[in-house]
Each structure stands twice: as C-alpha cells, then as structure tokens.
C-alpha cells in the first residue's frame, strides 16, 4: 500500500484576506486603530470595492503600466461622498511600506482622477480655460483612501 502526503496549497495571504472582508472585523481593526475604539465605521456601511489599482503612467512620451493589487478594499458612504478604506497583509519585514502605501493610495487617486477626466472630456462642459487644460472641474473632487498596513510576521 502507498501513501501520498498531502501538500497543503493554502496561502496565508488568502486566509487573511478572507478574514478581514468580514465587515464587522474590517470595521473593528479600523475603529481601533484609527479612532480610539470609538465606532466611527459600521459593519452595514461597508461594502467592497475595486482593489486593482493598476494603472499606465506616461511622462514625456514613455508610458509604462504599473500593476498593483490591494488585499482588501472597501467603500463607505458618509453622505453624498463615500471614503475608500483599503487594507495591506505583510508577513515579511518590508523596510519601505510606508513609500508602498503612498504608492498605492496615489495609483487609487490616479484611477479616480482618469475616471473623471474620461467623462469630463465626454461632456466638453468646461467654463473656464483652466478647467480645460486640466480637464479636471473646479467642482470636482476626489474621494479620500485611507489604508492601513498589519505585520504579521515574526521577526519584530
């Protein structure tokens, strides 16, 4: 009789993933984190949102297409507006995370930013010409993204 040994094909990064998508948990760690405890986020005011945040970057005529993956996002409405919370798993020390997430949190803004800019140029309903050189309104805004990182490594 022979014996295979099973291989365990789970990934701790997916388990974590589908840890923090619970949305009381997602709301727990940033209340905590963020907010002293206090319950500024609710569970029933999240909702999950796009975590691609991939985008093409072009600089005098060099384009270059950046790929970039969120763990875990979600959308919470305050309003009219809504606020972007996104969410990192590391399990290994990386000494430039900081310099990570704002790379992230631009690659979000930017996303934004090409949306509005598509429809904009669709409208054609600019009243000044600063409007249309950016082609960004002065009405127009972006939705904030707050991210958060958690370590769970090991080695302090």
Same mark, same amino acid.
């Given at each position: ?46 909702c999950e949102a796009d975590?691609?945040?991939s985008t093409l970057l ?12 969120f763990d875990v996002v ?13 969410? /990192?798993?590391? +399990? ?6 900081? *310099?990570?997430?704002? &790379?992230?949190?631009?690659?979000? !803004? ?20 600063? /409007?249309?050189? +950016? ?6 805004? *972006?939705?904030?993204? &707050?991210?958060?990182?958690?370590? !769970?490594?090991?080695?302090?």
């Amino acid at each position: 009789m022979f014996f295979t040994a099973t291989i365990n094909k789970i990934k701790p990064d997916s388990i974590l993933k589908n840890f923090w998508r619970d949305n009381a948990r997602f709301a727990d760690l940033f209340n905590t984190a963020l907010f002293g405890g206090v319950p500024f986020l609710r569970p029933d005011d999240l909702c999950e949102a796009d975590t691609d945040v991939s985008t093409l970057l072009k600089f005098n005529g060099h384009a270059e297409t950046i790929q970039k993956v969120f763990d875990v996002v979600k959308k919470t409405a305050n309003g009219v507006d809504f606020v972007i919370w996104g969410l /990192e798993n590391q +399990s290994k020390i990386h000494y430039a995370m900081p *310099l990570r997430h704002m &790379i992230e949190d631009a690659f979000s !803004y930017l996303k934004e930013y090409n949306e509005v800019v598509s429809k904009n140029r669709k409208d054609n309903d600019f009243s000044s010409s600063d /409007e249309f050189l +950016s082609v960004f309104k002065k009405s127009d805004r *972006l939705h904030p993204v &707050i991210s958060l990182c958690i370590y !769970y490594g090991e080695d302090p």
